[in-house]
C-alpha cells in the first residue's frame, strides 16, 4: 500500500464521485474532439438543380474559426467561416459574387452536409466526405 494513502480519510463516496466526474469529463472532451476536428481536404458533390460539381475544399480549424481554400470550377478562393457543435457555415468570392455554404458536420467529423448559395444566382445542396485530396 502506498505510505501516503490514507483510507481512513477517504470516504467510499467521495472515491466514486471523483471517478466519476473524471469519466464524465475524459468521455466529453473526447466526444468534442471527435465532433469538431473539420481540418483537411474536403471532397463534395454540389447539385445545383439539374447543375453541379464536385469542388475540394481544404479546411483549418482554429476554435470555432474556419479558414482554407476553395478549389472547383470557379476556380479558387479563400474560405471563412465558423464551426458550432456541429453547424459549419462558410463563405468565399468569386468574381464578386458572395458564396455561402452551411450545414452539418457528423459526428466522426469525416462527412458534412448541407445546404449553398452562388450569390443568389443559384442554390442547391451539398455533401463533402473528409479525404485525400484529389
Same mark, same amino acid.
Given at each position: 500500500m502506498l505510505a501516503f494513502f490514507q483510507p481512513h480519510l477517504v470516504s467510499c463516496g467521495t472515491v466514486k464521485k471523483q471517478a466519476l466526474t473524471l469519466a464524465t469529463l475524459l468521455l466529453l472532451s473526447l466526444a468534442a474532439y471527435a465532433a469538431s476536428n473539420v481540418s483537411g481536404t474536403w471532397n463534395a458533390k454540389v447539385d445545383l438543380g439539374g447543375q453541379g460539381g464536385t469542388p475540394t475544399f481544404v479546411l483549418k480549424q482554429d476554435g470555432e474559426k474556419i479558414t482554407g481554400t476553395y478549389t472547383g470550377a470557379l476556380g479558387d478562393a479563400d474560405i471563412t467561416g465558423t464551426l458550432k457543435d456541429n453547424k459549419i457555415s462558410f463563405d468565399f468570392n468569386v468574381q464578386d459574387n458572395k458564396i455561402h455554404y452551411e450545414g452539418t458536420v457528423n459526428?466522426? &467529423? $469525416?462527412?458534412?452536409?448541407?445546404?449553398? $448559395?452562388? &450569390? &443568389?444566382q443559384a442554390s442547391g445542396t451539398f455533401k463533402a466526405t473528409k479525404g485525400a485530396k484529389k
Open positions: 459526428s466522426a &467529423g $469525416d462527412q458534412m452536409e448541407g445546404t449553398c $448559395d452562388y &450569390g &443568389g
